[in-house]
């Protein structure tokens, strides 16, 4: 007896632990991402590109948008992990290589806040294809 209910209290807690992980399996549109930077105007890109998460908690970024003439090309393979309100993407030279707060965790749209470290808060809105 004690042997299932500790089975059934495992399994409600990787549950409940990995329930985001799911929702976010797919290609996600980027719809938009903006850049808040008190005291400077705002960049708002509309768009830009697909990211697309597997299974295995890995992806791939298909990313391309100019900011100020500066062009950039943001097509690399990342891990993720997500946890409570929250998802990590780790890969290199990425703007979007960082932990994200769920703002809104929907099956057909997310919409997630950052920042940058200092005073810049990024968002991101993604739409599923």
Known sequence: MKIKTL?????????????CSPRMVGTWKVTKFETISPGEQNVTL???????????????????????????????????????????????????????????????RQVWKSTDGGKKIQSLVLEKK
């Open 7 to 19: 089975l059934l209290i495992s399994t409600l807690f990787l549950c409940t632990i990995t329930s």
């Open 46 to 108: 509309q768009n830009i590109g697909t990211i697309t998460f597997k299974g295995n908690n890995k992806g791939e970024k298909e990313l391309n948008y100019e900011v100020m003439g500066i062009k950039r090309n943001d097509v690399q393979p990342f891990t993720w992990n997500t946890a409570e309100n929250y998802i990590t993407i780790d890969s290199k030279d990425s703007e979007v290589a960082k932990t994200w707060i769920f703002i809104e965790n929907k099956k057909k």
